[in-house]
C-alpha cells in the first residue's frame, strides 16, 4: 500500500488524439475488400468522367508477354507506369491506361510445342488452325491470371477491354501497316544471313538474343594457293583460323587485308590433335606431321606458330617473302576437300577486306556467305553467292557432298578435334591445328537458351537505307510539329528531301525527350548501326506476312483492292483467314491465283508490338487515347526496362518513322533491372527470386509500390527481405503520421479554422515548409523522378512532422483549450496538411490513401477523385531560414540532454532547464525544446530544475504550487 496521498487524476481533462482508423495495416486482408470496391464502383470510368475534357496525357502502355505469372520486374515496371498515370491525373489531365497483352510469336508456340512433346504428339501433323487455337488459348489464359496479379498491385485500368494483340481487328490493322511498307517500296525479299535457332527452327531477332560465354574449338586449316601474282606464293598454303569447324564445308572465298603485312615462313606442324606437353616439346620431332610454307600475317605470326607447334616461340624464322595484303590480290587457293568435286572443286578466290584485323587468328579469314554478314557483303561484291547447304534444323542437306545430312552444327562434338570436320580435314593433310579451349562470348536464344547461328535464307527486309520517297515534301503539320512554323522553303534541301527511314528514326530519336538522358545515345547508336530490319519468321503462331509473290516473275504484287480484301478478312476472322484456299478470293478477276505464291511466314513478333500506337491510340476503339490537338506523335510517353532500347521503343519508332515519317511517343522513360539483395541477377536455378505474389500475401501491395517508387529506378536496382522489412518500416512511420493526424482532427470543424496571418510563426513555418514540398514534389512528376517523390514525402513526415511539429505542439494540442487561438491555428494547419499529404500519397499508397480518406470522409468517394492540393502562396524563405537555424539549436539540446536521461539525472526532457546561447524569446524556445525553461547565455549548458510538476500538462513550472497541482494555463482549462 503506497503512502503517497492520492492525486487528483486529470486524465480525462485532457484532449488525446482519437481515431479508429488502425495502427496495424493488415494490408493483406484489407486491400482485395478496396479493391473490390473500386471494381465495384467502376472507379476507372468516374476518374474518366471526372477529367473529360481536361488536357490529355497519354501512357501508352508496352505489351507485357502472355506466358506466365507476373514476376518483380513486371510489378515494377507497372508501378512506375501507375505513378505516372496517377500523378498526371492528380495534376488535373486526363490520363487514361489501357494495358495491353503481346500474344504472337515463338514463346507461346514454344510452350505449346512443350505440352506436345510431352503427350508425344508432333506439331506438324497438327492442323495449323487446330495449333493456333490452342496458342491463342494458352495466351489469353495468361492474360486472364496477369490481369487479375496486376489488378491485385493497384493499378488503375481500363481492365475491362484490354488491347491484345491477337485481337482480330489488331491483326488486321498489324497486316495494313505491313502492305503500307509494301505500297511504298519499303519492302523486299532476299537472301541474307541473319541469327537463326536451330532448335526453334526460325529466324531470331536481335532482342531475342542473349549472349553467354562459351568454349569452342578453334582450329588452323591450311588451304593450298594454286594461283598468285607472287611467285613464291604458289604451292604454299594460306591458314585460316576459325572458332566455328562447321562453317569450312560452305568456304567460297579468303579475305585478307590490304594494309596487313604478311609474310610466307616455313613452319614444322606439330599433330594438332596430339596434346604434347611443354616439358616434351625437345622431344617433339617424332610427331611433326609436315613441314609447311604458310602465309600469315606478321603480328600474328608468333601466336599462330605457338599453336602449331605446341607453344614454341617462332624466333628464327626464315622469311621467304614479306608484303602488303593488296600485293596478293588475285591469288587463288583451292578447298581442303577439293576432292569431293563439284562446288569444292571451284576455286577459292583472295578477297580484299576492310573488316580484316590483326586481333587474333592468322591474319585471314575464311569467307562462307551462308553464315556470316560480312562474308555475305563481300562475296556478293565478287559475284559469289551463298549455298544453302545448312537446313533449318542445323543440319547440311542430304545432298551436300560433304557431310550431307550430318550436324547439328551447333552440337559441340561435331566441331569437337575428334569429331567428324577436323578428322576429315586432318586426314587430308590440311589441319594444322585444333582445341577445344577458346573462350569466347557466343549469341543464344533467350528462350531455348541453345545456340544460334548467321544462316543465309530467303527474308523479307525493311531497308534501312532507301529513300523514303512518300515521305517528301514534309507537310505544314509536321512543320508546325517541330516548332519552325510557317511554310517549308524549297531552297530547305535537308528539310524537303525525303529521308532513308534511318534518318527518319535519328530524327525522331533527337525529337524526343528521354528519361534518363544516356538512352538517347543507347538507341541512337544502335539506330545508326542497325542492318536491314528482318520481318519474316518461320513459324505458325502469328501474323502472316499477307503478300503475293509472282512465282516466276518474283514481283511482289502491290494491289490495295487485293490488300483491302486481306486486311477486311483478318480483321473479321483473324489469321486463319490467311488461306490458302481462298487465294482467289483475295486476287479477285485481275489475277489467276496459280500464277502467285502466298506467303507462308509470319511477322516478327516485334514489329506487332511496333504497331501498337495505331489500333490502341489512332484507332478509336479506346476514344480516351485519342488525342485532340495537332501533334501528330500520339502518346506521350513510353515506359519499360532498357532492354526495350533494342526492342519495342526501337521497332515502334521504326514502325512510325516508315509508315508516318515521325516518332509514335513524345518522350521514352527506362528502368533498370530488379537485382537479389546482393546485386546478383535473379534466377530460378539460383533460388534468388522474388516473388511480387507472395510478398503481397506477406505485406501487401502497397509495400511492394512503395519498394519500386523508393528506389532509383534509372538503374539497376536491389530487392530481398531485408530490404522489403526496411520499407514496411518506413510504411509503418507513413501510416502512423496519417493516425495522429486522423486522431489529432477528431471533431474539426470549418468554424474552427483560422486564418494564415493570426498563426504563429511555427504554424506559419510549417506552411512554407509545405509549399516548398509542393513545389519539390511538382519538379519530381514532371522529372519523372519517383524516388525523390516518395523520399520527399517521407522525409517530410518523420523529420518535419512526426519528429518536429507534433512533437513540439503535442501539449498544445493536448492541454490548450478547444478555443484557445494556438490550437486552432494548430489543426487549421493539421487540416491543411492532411488534405494536401493523403492526396500527395494517394499515387504511391493506393489503398492505405483511400483507407484514409474513407476514415475521415466515409461519405466522400474515393481520394482517386481527387485533385492536387490547393497550396497557397506561403513560401517564406525568411522564415524557413530563421527556423532552420532554431532546429539545429533545437537538436544540440537534445543531445546535451541525453546523457542527463542516459544517467538518470532527468526522466524527461520537461525536467531540463537550459542555458543555450539561440536568440529569440524565452518561452518560445522552452516550447521548441520541449525543456522547463531556457535562459540565454554564451554556451550550452544543462541542469535539472527545482520547480514542481503540473499534474496536467507534467510541464515544470513556477506557478504550480503543490506537487501534481495545476499550472495556470490548466487551472483554467479544467475549471473554466
Not at 581 to 604: P, V
Not at 740 to 758: K, S
Not at 910 to 938: C, H, M, N, Q, R
Request: glycine fraction near 8%.
Amino acid at each position: 500500500m503506497s503512502d503517497a496521498p492520492d492525486k487528483p487524476d486529470y486524465r480525462s481533462t485532457v484532449f488525446l488524439p482519437k481515431t479508429d482508423f488502425p495502427m496495424k495495416a493488415g494490408l493483406p486482408q484489407k486491400e482485395p475488400g478496396i479493391l473490390a470496391r473500386w471494381q465495384s464502383d467502376d472507379l476507372y470510368a468516374r476518374v474518366r468522367e471526372a477529367r473529360a475534357g481536361r488536357e490529355k496525357f497519354i501512357l501508352h502502355d508496352g505489351p507485357p508477354y502472355a506466358n506466365g505469372d507476373i514476376h518483380i520486374g513486371h510489378a515494377l515496371n507497372h508501378v512506375l507506369k501507375d505513378m505516372v498515370v496517377r500523378t498526371q491525373t492528380l495534376l488535373g489531365k486526363d490520363a487514361p491506361y489501357v494495358p495491353g497483352w503481346d500474344c504472337h510469336g515463338l514463346p507461346i508456340e514454344w510452350k505449346v510445342e512443350e505440352q506436345y512433346r510431352k503427350q508425344k504428339r508432333n506439331k506438324d501433323e497438327v492442323p495449323v488452325k487446330e495449333f493456333r487455337a490452342e496458342c491463342r488459348a494458352y495466351a489469353q489464359n495468361w492474360v486472364d491470371r496477369q490481369r487479375e496479379q496486376l489488378k491485385r498491385l493497384g493499378i488503375g485500368g481500363r481492365w475491362d477491354k484490354p488491347y491484345l494483340t491477337m485481337n482480330f481487328e489488331a491483326e488486321g490493322t498489324i497486316v495494313a501497316e505491313l502492305m503500307k511498307f509494301a505500297e511504298t517500296g519499303q519492302l523486299y525479299r532476299g537472301a541474307k544471313p541473319v541469327m537463326w535457332s536451330p532448335v526453334e527452327k526460325t529466324a531470331l531477332a536481335e532482342a531475342e538474343i542473349e549472349y553467354e560465354d562459351i568454349v569452342s574449338t578453334q582450329i588452323d586449316v591450311a588451304f593450298e594457293i594454286v594461283e598468285s601474282p607472287i611467285p613464291e606464293l604458289v604451292g604454299a598454303h594460306a591458314v585460316i583460323w576459325t572458332t566455328t569447324p562447321w562453317t569450312i564445308p560452305v568456304n567460297q572465298a579468303i579475305a585478307y587485308g590490304p594494309d596487313v603485312e604478311y609474310l610466307l615462313v616455313e613452319v614444322d606442324v606439330v599433330d594438332g590433335f596430339i596434346d604434347i606437353s611443354t616439358d616434351q616439346l625437345d622431344a617433339v620431332e617424332e610427331d611433326v606431321i609436315g613441314t609447311f610454307r604458310t602465309l600469315v600475317a606478321a603480328e600474328l605470326l608468333n601466336q599462330f606458330h605457338k599453336r602449331v607447334t605446341k607453344g614454341r616461340e617462332a624466333r628464327g624464322a626464315e622469311i621467304l617473302w614479306r608484303g602488303k595484303g593488296s600485293d596478293i590480290a588475285g591469288t587463288i587457293a583451292r578447298h581442303p576437300m577439293q576432292h569431293f568435286g563439284g562446288f569444292f572443286a571451284n576455286p577459292r578466290p583472295f578477297l580484299p577486306g576492310d573488316f580484316v584485323t590483326t586481333d587474333q587468328g592468322t591474319g585471314l579469314v575464311h569467307m562462307a556467305p551462308d553464315h556470316g554478314e560480312d562474308d555475305f557483303d563481300l562475296c556478293k561484291a565478287h559475284g559469289i553467292g551463298p549455298q544453302f547447304a545448312v537446313e533449318g534444323d542445323g543440319k547440311y542437306r542430304a545432298d551436300w557432298l560433304w557431310l550431307g545430312g550430318q550436324g547439328s552444327v551447333i552440337n559441340a562434338k561435331f566441331n569437337a578435334p575428334d569429331g567428324p570436320i577436323c578428322s576429315d580435314l586432318r586426314e587430308a593433310g590440311a589441319l594444322l591445328a585444333a582445341s577445344a579451349d577458346f573462350r569466347h562470348s557466343y549469341p543464344h536464344s533467350w528462350r531455348s537458351k541453345a545456340k544460334v547461328i548467321y544462316r543465309c535464307t530467303p527474308q523479307w527486309f525493311v531497308p534501312m537505307d532507301k529513300v523514303l520517297t512518300h515521305l517528301s515534301p514534309k507537310t505544314r503539320a509536321e512543320k508546325r510539329w517541330e516548332g519552325e512554323g510557317g511554310a517549308i522553303d524549297p531552297a530547305d534541301e535537308e528539310l524537303c528531301a525525303a529521308p532513308t527511314l534511318r534518318e527518319a528514326a535519328m530524327r525522331g530519336i533527337g525529337q524526343t525527350r528521354f528519361v534518363p538522358e544516356k538512352g538517347r545515345n543507347r538507341i541512337g547508336s544502335m539506330v545508326e548501326g542497325r542492318p536491314d530490319w528482318v520481318l519474316s519468321r518461320q513459324r505458325a503462331w502469328g501474323v502472316p506476312i499477307a503478300l503475293f509473290v509472282h512465282r516466276k516473275g518474283g514481283e511482289l504484287l502491290i494491289d490495295r483492292e487485293v490488300n483491302a480484301r486481306i486486311v477486311a478478312a483478318i480483321k473479321a476472322e483473324g489469321v486463319d483467314a490467311w488461306d490458302e484456299a481462298r487465294a482467289q478470293e483475295y486476287l479477285g478477276n485481275a489475277y489467276d491465283a496459280a500464277d502467285y505464291e502466298m506467303m507462308r511466314d509470319i511477322l516478327d513478333v516485334w514489329f506487332d508490338s511496333g504497331c501498337t500506337h495505331v489500333f490502341t491510340l489512332e484507332s478509336g476503339t479506346w476514344p480516351e487515347l485519342m488525342r485532340d490537338d495537332a501533334d501528330p506523335r500520339p502518346a506521350d510517353l513510353y515506359l519499360e526496362g532498357s532492354d526495350q532500347h533494342r526492342g519495342w521503343f526501337q521497332s515502334s519508332l521504326l514502325e512510325s518513322c516508315g509508315t508516318r515519317g515521325h516518332a509514335p511517343y513524345k518522350a521514352v522513360l527506362t528502368h533498370g533491372f530488379t537485382m537479389d539483395s546482393k546485386g546478383m541477377k535473379m534466377s530460378k536455378s539460383l533460388g534468388n527470386t522474388v516473388d511480387p505474389l507472395k510478398v503481397m500475401e506477406t505485406y501487401g501491395a502497397d509495400i511492394i509500390r512503395l519498394w519500386a517508387l523508393s528506389v532509383d529506378y534509372t538503374e539497376d536496382h536491389r530487392i530481398g527481405d531485408e530490404i522489403l522489412k526496411g520499407v514496411a518500416d518506413q510504411y509503418r512511420k507513413l501510416r502512423n503520421t496519417f493516425r495522429y493526424l486522423l486522431g489529432a482532427l477528431d471533431g474539426f470543424t470549418e468554424e474552427e479554422r483560422i486564418g494564415v496571418a493570426e498563426m504563429p510563426e511555427l504554424e506559419r513555418y510549417m506552411l512554407s515548409l509545405t509549399a516548398a514540398l509542393d513545389e519539390r514534389l511538382r519538379r519530381a512528376v514532371g522529372d519523372f523522378d519517383f524516388n525523390d517523390y516518395t523520399r520527399a514525402l517521407a522525409d517530410f513526415c518523420n523529420e518535419d512532422l512526426s519528429a518536429f511539429f507534433f512533437d513540439i505542439r503535442k501539449d498544445c494540442l493536448y492541454c490548450d483549450a478547444p478555443s484557445d487561438p494556438k490550437r486552432r491555428a494548430y489543426r487549421t494547419v493539421l487540416d491543411t496538411l492532411f488534405h494536401a499529404l493523403v492526396r500527395w500519397a494517394a499515387p504511391v499508397l493506393v489503398f492505405t490513401s483511400e483507407e484514409v480518406w474513407g476514415t475521415r470522409y466515409p461519405e466522400g468517394g474515393s481520394v482517386h477523385l481527387l485533385e492536387w492540393p490547393e497550396i497557397g502562396c506561403w513560401r517564406d524563405e525568411a522564415l524557413e531560414t530563421k527556423w532552420s537555424a532554431l532546429r539545429e539549436a533545437r537538436t544540440q539540446v537534445t543531445e546535451a540532454i541525453e546523457p542527463l536521461r542516459r544517467d538518470k539525472v532527468v526522466g524527461s526532457s520537461l525536467e531540463a532547464v537550459v542555458t543555450s546561447p539561440a536568440e529569440g524569446d524565452p518561452d518560445l524556445l522552452a516550447e521548441l525544446f520541449i525543456v522547463s525553461s531556457v535562459k540565454p547565455g554564451d554556451s550550452l549548458a544543462v541542469t535539472k530544475t527545482d520547480k514542481l510538476k503540473c499534474g496536467r500538462c507534467w510541464r515544470h513550472l513556477p506557478e504550480v504550487e503543490d506537487d501534481g497541482g495545476l499550472c495556470a494555463r490548466c487551472e483554467e482549462v479544467v475549471n473554466g
